[in-house]
């Protein structure tokens, strides 16, 4: 099958989730969240539901040459759905443990950061940039299908706007790392795709509202 140049849709929902919530249950109004970006993810992507295949312990599987991944952090959920392997991460600026974002940066990269391990708590700047770093090291295992333990063979080999490139044993991969206000989004996908940056389209409303959800799109 000839392979398409085309920009990958990533469908994001934003909600804080109510006061009222703790615990599991903000996680799970978090993950509910997902769940309807990843359902619109494959809409927009032509997916059939069944191709949305899940191992045991829910992690994504390969179906019918159809790939998703998902993720959730608090105000923001996120999903993409495609042709080819792809790895999609999403984290709030302004979480405050940030003891595993800052070891998983490694002694060369904080030059190429333009920060260094001491401003993380300090500066927001060296915190934003800390976080983008980490995300899109997630998104790469994601899309090597990895666990976390796979964080510590990334590295970053180059950064140039929202286009990152990190290093992964002998290959260089194309990340797009981008900045939402609130959160970083990292995505990165197989294929000529990785050349495009994703269309955005946030999905309204959110849960816990019923509503028939409505796309809105707009550019990176």
């Not at 109510?18 to 978090?30: E, H, K």
């Not at 927009?44 to 191992?55: M, N, S, Y």
């Not at 759905?81 to 800052?102: K, S």
């Not at 140039?160 to 002998?170: C, D, G, I, S, V």
């Amino acid at each position: 099958m000839s392979e398409l140049v085309h920009n990958l849709t990533a469908v994001l929902a934003r909600g804080v989730e109510p006061d009222s919530l703790r615990g599991i249950g903000r996680v799970q109004a978090s993950r509910e969240r997902a769940e309807l970006c990843l359902r619109q993810a494959a809409l927009a992507a032509g997916a059939p539901p069944h191709t949305l295949a899940r191992a045991a312990d829910g992690a994504p599987l390969a179906k019918d040459g159809w790939h998703w991944s998902r993720s959730h952090t608090r105000g923001l959920a996120a999903a993409c759905v495609d042709r080819g392997a792809l790895g999609i991460d999403v984290e709030w600026y302004g979480r405050r443990n940030l003891r595993a974002a800052i070891e998983s940066v490694h002694a060369g990269e904080w030059a190429l950061l333009g920060c260094r391990a001491s401003e993380v708590h300090q500066l927001d700047a060296a915190k934003k940039m800390t976080i983008r770093l980490w995300t899109a090291k997630e998104a790469l295992i994601k899309r090597l299908g990895m666990g976390l333990a796979g964080l510590s063979r990334c590295r970053l080999q180059a950064r140039e706007a929202q286009r990152w490139t990190l290093h992964f044993e002998t290959q260089l991969y194309p990340v797009h790392c981008m900045d939402l206000g609130d959160h970083a989004l990292s995505l990165c996908a197989a294929g000529a795709v990785h050349d495009l940056p994703p269309t955005i389209a946030y999905v309204h409303p959110s849960p816990p509202l019923r509503k028939r959800p409505v796309l809105t799109t707009i550019k990176a």
